[in-house]
Structure formats: structure tokens, C-alpha cells
């Protein structure tokens, strides 16, 4: 019963989380054409950082405790397809950082990225969580 009540918490946080990934660079598409100092510039950063410190970072956190809980409790650490995935949410996890330093960056009134590689971008976690759902139900290794 403890796996089920982990695997449900894990799956749930693992939907905030990623809805996250999902939106922050939209935010950023429409953050960059704000001009620097303006009222929308500061507008564009108080969600972003909003979206960042009530629902990112505390969804990373609880994925990260519930998934180690799971691959605890499951005996996954000695299989191939948990080192695969881990190795994924790391990219993941990485990726959420560096989103957290962009949105620093657009506060600070530098466009670095045109909204086209914004869009691209967008695409990591989609693609990242496509192969994370195959190795997690597949189990191929």
C-alpha cells in the first residue's frame, strides 16, 4: 500500500512539475517582448517567479523525495531502465534551473534568446518525458 500511496504522489507532483516546464518558457516568449523597465517587464516577472517559487520548485522537490522513495521501496536502483530515467530527470532537473536562471536574466532586461529558440526550447521536456513514460513502462533493460 505505501508503493501505491507514493506512486500516486509522485505522478501527481510529477503533473505540477512538468506544467511548469511547459509554461515558464511561454511566459518567457511573451516576457521578451516587453520592453526592460516597463510595467509589463514587471509584471511578466512577478509570474514567472511566482510560477517558480509556489509551484516549481516545491514539485522538483517532491518528485525528487517521492521518485528516491519509490526506487527505494520498489528495489528499482539495480535495474537499467532506472538509470536510464534518473539520468533523464537529471536533464530535467537542469533544465528547471536553468529556466529559474533565465528568468533572472529577463528581470535584469537582457534578451539573450529570440522567441523562436524560446518555442524550441519548450520542446525538452515534452521529448524528455516521452522517453521517461517509455523506460518507466516499457521497462526495456
Known amino acids: 500500500m505505501t508503493y501505491l500511496w507514493l506512486k500516486a504522489g509522485h505522478v501527481i507532483f510529477v503533473i505540477f512539475w512538468m506544467a511548469g516546464l511547459f509554461m515558464l518558457p511561454r511566459y518567457f516568449v511573451y516576457h ?12 511578466w516577472t512577478e ?4 510560477l517558480l517559487r509556489i509551484i516549481m ?13 519509490l526506487a527505494w521501496v520498489s528495489g528499482a536502483f539495480g535495474q537499467g531502465w532506472f538509470h ?5 530527470v ?10 529559474a536562471g533565465y528568468h533572472k536574466t529577463l528581470a535584469a532586461g537582457e534578451r539573450r534568446l529570440t522567441g523562436k529558440q524560446l518555442r524550441l526550447l519548450n520542446e525538452v521536456p515534452g521529448i524528455t518525458a516521452a522517453f ?4 518507466v513502462v516499457i521497462k526495456p533493460f
Open 90 to 99: 537529471l536533464v530535467l532537473s537542469a533544465y528547471h534551473v536553468w529556466l
Open 84 to 88: 536510464a530515467k534518473l539520468a533523464l
Open 132 to 135: 521517461i513514460v517509455v523506460l
Open 47 to 50: 509570474r514567472e517567479g511566482k
Open 32 to 43: 521578451q517582448e516587453a520592453a526592460p523597465g516597463s510595467p509589463e517587464n514587471a509584471l
Open 57 to 69: 520548485w516545491p514539485s522538483l522537490i517532491v518528485v525528487w523525495v517521492l521518485g528516491l522513495s
